[in-house]
Structure formats: C-alpha cells, structure tokens
C-alpha cells in the first residue's frame, strides 16, 4: 500500500490584505451584505464531488483548512467550478473524498485556471449562519478574480504541501498508527495536512512508465494541463535507442514536475528502516535513519520521523537525478503545446 500525506508548508511574500481576510469579514454587519473576500483556495475538511453546486474553503493562509465557506456555481464557463463526479456510492458510505486536484476554478476573466492553494479574491453575498450552536460564515461566490487581478495587489501562491509516501511493505493496520501519530505532531508544528493515496498510487505500479511500459496513458488524476508534457516526453522516448531507461527517467521527471506543479514544498519517503526527503528540483536530499528504541514501538518513530524530514532535519546526502532525455523538436507535440519538462 502506498500512501501519500500533504502538509502545509510556510507562506512566501505579503499575506492577503487584513481588511479582506474572512476573519476580518465574516461579522454580524457584513450578514447579508455584498462583500470581497482575499484569501487561499483550500479544501473543506470533507467533500464528495461537485454537481449543482460546490462548497469550498477560502482560508486565510496556504495550506490552512479553516476560513469562510465560499458556495461556487458549477460549470466551465467564468465564475465557476468545474463539475466532479462522486467516486464511488455515497449512500452505501462506499465513496471517498474528492481529491485536491481534482477541483478547476474559471476565474471572471483570462484563460488561467485556479486550483487549491491558489490566492484569489471573491465577492457575493455573505451571512452567518448559526445552526446547532455553531456560527458558520458563507458566501455564494459571484465573481472570482486572479491575484494579478486582485484591486490589493498579487496575493503569492503558497508552497503549500508535502507529499509523504509509506512504503508498501507496510500493513494497513501499521500505517495507520503512522498516519495518526505523523498527523498529530504535524499539527502540533503548525501544518495541515490530507491524504491523497487512492489518487497517486498507481503512479508507481507495475506496468507504469517506472517499469518502462510506454503504453502507459496518463492515469485519470493526470492534470489536464501536464497531459501536453506526458505525450511529448513518450514520443521523445519512442525515439531513443534504450526507450525502456527513457521511460524510467520519463516518469522520475514526470514526478517531479506534479510534485512542482502542486507547489509541494518536500517529499518524504519512509521505509520500516527510516525516511529520506527532497525538495523537487533540488540536487540533495535529507535521510535519517531509525534508532534502535526499547520504549517507543516502531511505528511510533516512524510517525514521529514523517515531521522530522517535513521539517527538513536529517543528514544531507547526493540524490540521484536522472539524466535529461533529448528534447522534442520545437513546437506542439502530439497535438499539444505543453513542453516536456525533464526533472532539474
């Protein structure tokens, strides 16, 4: 089993403008009024596609799941949310949440598409509302502009996540104490964190690029946009003597352009032996070996390691970067216009 863990990781550049952050907007004086709110596209702590409508989080900092609940219209034209179908039967409690990537946001205007951990700036009618003794704030979300086209000002995308990858010697039972005890300290230090193993394990299965198979068609979490760099990269490789090693460094670039593409700040593997994390596109990683304990189990240092690596501790060590495949020839590839990007 394969599992991936997002955490947040720190802010760069100016924070949204205080007047504009929900926590300065959703008061009783604003319920009912038309109002803009700044802040980070983020994901409600549960959601099961989007049909009608779709209910997301603008929060106040990246990577933060708390904020004003924003209400968007769905379809693909400006102002809305792409529509995302329920994976698997909700009422038989069959169906999992819907993955970050997954979520497409058409801003009022320009062609660039938003995503979770993206800086926006919305404005529609807000009230609070207090049901159960809880006071919620929302918004249905009229327009929707780009930082660029913010009146404050760009609001910087936050380097928003880290991706933690178990080894699949693990036993669900196993990775599940891991999971509670690297979610607990993770917060503890101050950073967010989901799970998205069901999304990206079959990136690393047999008969993947990995194993040189380059029949392998992007899997269905491929994002639209690196899908250009995908079949570029798989013509590039047809077209080189050994096409199986091209493959295998195909998909080491691949990986580090969606880890680039998320804005992932650190990826961190662990083994039952201890971890190792990189930042994507950096020449080093770090590695910290499991020390021998009579008091903690295994699984317990081992969670305890995921927030050490996230944090960038450990021993810095080479890592292995592959070899940069030839270049396509210029222009569109395959009918596309995304150039392969091959790894740093």
């Given at each position: 089993?394969?599992?991936?863990?997002?955490?947040?990781?720190?802010?760069?550049?100016?924070?949204?403008?205080?007047?504009?952050?929900?926590?300065?907007?959703?008061?009783?004086?604003?319920?009912?009024?038309?109002?803009?709110?700044?802040?980070?596209?983020?994901?409600?702590?549960?959601?099961?596609?989007?049909?009608?409508?779709?209910?997301?989080?603008?929060?106040?900092?990246?990577?933060?799941?708390?904020?004003?609940?924003?209400?968007?219209?769905?379809?693909?034209?400006?102002?809305?949310?792409?529509?995302?179908?329920?994976?698997?039967?909700?009422?038989?409690?069959?169906?999992?949440?819907?993955?970050?990537?997954?979520?497409?946001?058409?801003?009022?205007?320009?062609?660039?598409?938003?995503?979770?951990?993206?800086?926006v700036r919305v404005s529609g009618q807000l009230w609070?509302?207090?049901?159960?003794?809880?006071?919620?704030?929302?918004?249905?979300?009229?327009?929707?502009?780009?930082?660029?086209?913010?009146?404050?000002?760009?609001?910087?995308?936050?380097?928003?996540?880290?991706?933690?990858?178990?080894?699949?010697?693990?036993?669900?039972?196993?990775?599940?104490?891991?999971?509670?005890?690297?979610?607990?300290?993770?917060?503890?230090?101050?950073?967010?964190?989901?799970?998205?193993?069901?999304?990206?394990?079959?990136?690393?299965?047999?008969?993947?690029?990995?194993?040189?198979?380059?029949?392998t068609p992007p899997p269905a979490w491929w994002p639209?946009?690196?899908?250009?760099?995908?079949?570029?990269?798989?013509?590039?490789?047809?077209?080189?003597?050994?096409?199986?090693?091209?493959?295998?460094?195909?998909?080491?670039?691949?990986?580090?352009?969606?880890?680039?593409?998320?804005?992932?700040?650190?990826?961190?593997?662990?083994?039952?032996?201890?971890?190792?994390?990189?930042?994507?596109?950096?020449?080093?990683?770090?590695?910290?070996?499991?020390?021998?304990?009579?008091?903690?189990?295994?699984?317990?240092?081992?969670?305890?390691?995921?927030?050490?690596?996230?944090?960038?501790?450990?021993?810095?060590?080479?890592?292995?970067?592959?070899?940069?495949?030839?270049?396509?020839?210029?222009?569109?590839?395959?009918?596309?216009?995304?150039?392969?990007?091959?790894?740093?």
């Amino acid at each position: 089993m394969r599992l991936l863990l997002l955490l947040s990781a720190c802010e760069r550049g100016p924070r949204p403008p205080p007047a504009e952050l929900p926590d300065a907007v959703c008061t009783e004086a604003n319920s009912g009024q038309t109002v803009a709110v700044s802040g980070f596209l983020a994901m409600p702590e549960l959601l099961f596609g989007c049909a009608d409508d779709c209910a997301l989080t603008i929060a106040s900092s990246g990577g933060s799941h708390e904020g004003m609940v924003a209400t968007f219209s769905v379809g693909r034209g400006p102002d809305q949310v792409e529509a995302v179908a329920t994976d698997g039967d909700l009422l038989a409690t069959g169906a999992r949440p819907t993955a970050a990537s997954a979520i497409h946001v058409h801003p009022d205007r320009g062609s660039q598409l938003l995503g979770i951990g993206d800086p926006v700036r919305v404005s529609g009618q807000l009230w609070m509302s207090h049901d159960l003794g809880r006071t919620t704030c929302i918004m249905t979300v009229d327009t929707i502009e780009t930082s660029t086209a913010a009146a404050h000002g760009p609001i910087p995308r936050a380097n928003s996540m880290v991706v933690v990858d178990l080894d699949p010697s693990f036993a669900r039972s196993n990775a599940i104490i891991i999971h509670r005890i690297a979610r607990t300290d993770l917060l503890a230090a101050g950073l967010a964190s989901r799970f998205v193993e069901r999304e990206t394990g079959n990136f690393f299965s047999e008969g993947s690029l990995r194993r040189g198979d380059l029949d392998t068609p992007p899997p269905a979490w491929w994002p639209d946009p690196l899908s250009g760099a995908w079949t570029s990269g798989v013509a590039e490789c047809r077209r080189q003597p050994d096409a199986r090693s091209c493959a295998h460094d195909l998909h080491t670039a691949l990986w580090d352009q969606w880890l680039e593409a998320q804005h992932a700040a650190r990826y961190v593997y662990i083994t039952g032996a201890g971890g190792e994390a990189f930042v994507p596109g950096e020449p080093t990683k770090r590695v910290i070996d499991l020390p021998a304990s009579t008091t903690e189990t295994r699984e317990a240092q081992l969670g305890k390691l995921v927030e050490q690596l996230a944090r960038g501790e450990g021993r810095e060590v080479e890592r292995r970067l592959r070899s940069k495949p030839a270049e396509p020839a210029p222009g569109p590839a395959s009918g596309t216009d995304h150039p392969l990007y091959i790894g740093p």
